[in-house]
Nanobody
């Protein structure tokens, strides 16, 4: 069993910054792509950014140039540095990991979510 635990959310004024972290723990696993998703009230969950184990990244258009995703493979941790935050970035942010077991089976795991609120 693998657990993903997020931290770093909070309340910030528009134009401010926050850094989210997501650490994976468990035994006998490896993680390929890790990503951040978000869900605002009344809206569907959407992809924010992803990063492969090799470091290739992908971003939602509206966060390009403001958000940076990174990871520390040794710590099984992914980060999301969010700068120039806007009120429309307000959402619950979720971490997702594509986890492979020793038998090469794949399972997707989600964290519990962390609230990000940007005030105008």
């Amino acid at each position: 069993q693998v657990q993903l635990v997020e931290s770093g959310g909070g309340l910030v004024q528009a134009g401010g910054s926050l850094r989210l972290s997501c650490a994976a723990s468990g035994s006998s696993f490896s993680i390929n792509t890790m990503g951040w998703y978000r869900q605002a009230p009344g809206k569907q969950r959407e992809l924010v950014a992803t990063i492969t184990s090799g470091g290739s990244t992908n971003y939602k258009d509206s966060v390009k140039g403001r958000f940076t995703i990174s990871r520390d493979n040794a710590k099984n941790t992914v980060y999301l540095q969010m700068n120039s935050l806007k009120p429309e970035d307000t959402a619950v942010y979720y971490c997702k990991g594509e986890v492979y077991s020793v038998d090469s089976s794949r399972s997707d795991y989600w964290g519990q979510g962390t609230q990000v609120t940007v005030s105008s």
